[in-house]
Structures are given as C-alpha cells and as structure tokens.
C-alpha cells in the first residue's frame, strides 16, 4: 500500500470516528439522568396552590358592627344608704310587702314607695293593698334605674306572685308576658314615667 492510500484510510477512519462522536454528545440526556450531573443550571417555579373550586363563591369576609340604638345601661343593685320609706306599708298585702322589702333592700337609690291608697282611677289594686309604686329619683335621667326595677320582677314574676308590671308607658302581664305599650292617660305620673307600677296576685 502506498503512502496515499494510506492517508486516505486514515482520512476516512478519522472523519467516521469524528461522526460518531458528534451523534453520540448531541443526544438528548434521558429524563432520568442526575441533576448533579448537568451543568445547565436549573430554576425551579413554585407555583401558588390554586384553590379547588367547588362551585359556590368565596366567602367574603364580614365585618361585626354595634347596633345603632345602645341599650339601656344596666344598673347594678346598691345596698348602701338609707332604705326607701313606704307610704300605708301596714296595709299592704304580705306580697306586696314583699316586692317594696326586696326593692327597699336592693335598690337604695330609691327614697319613696307608694303602697296602699283609698282610690285608683283605673284599678283596685291600690285600694286592695295588692299594688305599689317605685317612684324613679329625677326620673328624667334615671330611666335606667326603672328599667332594672321592672324587668327584675318580670323575671322574677313567678317567685313574687307578680300580676303585672307598667313603667314608662309600657305594660307586661303573666297572661301575656312581652311589654306592649298603653294608651296615652295625660302626664308623667298617669303614664307611669316617673315610677314603676307593681302588681301582686290576689
């Protein structure tokens, strides 16, 4: 063989090695090969979970408001002072005496209680010594004070034998137990502004 022939199977045997290497680095890696492996740098996305829909909206989120109307403020019972005077007390019924004792004992804000009387213009309860009257101080500003009073015994009404209770023109009975309002009588006093009626059961 000659010298030329033998640099054209050189030639050839070189330009087929050259070949198979070029196909065999140009392959794609598998998926399975290391990452530590591959020089390419790699970024990975954390994608946002997505929420699972289910068909209805997403709540909204709800704000806690205060009711516009504050309540009457409750008043706590005070045992501190002179108790109240109660007007014709001996003549009063023993559930009756009952009902100015517990408000003479607890609600010492109170100065006067109006028990027995010879005449009532819409009842007999006064007469019958079965009623009295808790007269509110400055009761203008007290409404508070009376709302404590009346709505102890319509709680309690069971325990002290309560008929019916009426303060600030307003009337709660055990036959229909919820406060309805009542008809206009004239000033402070006939609509019960000024006091809290209290009724006992014969």
Do not use: C, E
């Not at 804000?109 to 101080?137: E, L, N």
């Not at 009761?139 to 069971?158: E, V």
């Amino acid at each position: 063989m000659n010298i030329s022939t033998r640099l054209s199977v050189s030639a050839a045997s070189a330009a087929a090695t050259l070949t198979l290497a070029v196909g065999t680095f140009g392959m794609a890696a598998p998926a399975s090969a290391d990452p530590a492996l591959d020089p390419t740098p790699t970024t990975t996305a954390t994608a946002a979970p997505t929420p699972t829909s289910t068909g209805a909206p997403a709540p909204t989120p709800t704000l806690t408001t205060s009711p516009t109307t504050p309540k009457p403020k409750a008043v706590k019972k005070s045992k501190k002072g002179p108790k109240a005077k109660v007007l014709n007390y001996k003549r009063l019924t023993s559930r009756a005496k009952r009902v100015a004792n517990k408000v003479r004992n607890d609600w010492r804000r109170i100065k006067v209680i109006g028990g027995w009387r010879a005449g009532s213009r819409y009842s007999s309860d006064h007469p019958a010594g079965r009623a009295v009257d808790v007269m509110i101080p400055s009761w203008k500003k007290n409404a508070s004070l009376g709302y404590s009073i009346a709505r102890y015994f319509t709680r309690h009404a069971k325990h002290y034998k309560i008929h019916y209770v009426i303060f600030r023109k307003k009337i709660w009975t055990v036959q229909n137990p919820h406060w309805r309002t009542m008809a206009n009588r004239g000033g402070a006093t006939a609509n019960h502004f000024d006091h809290v009626h209290i009724s006992v059961k014969r």
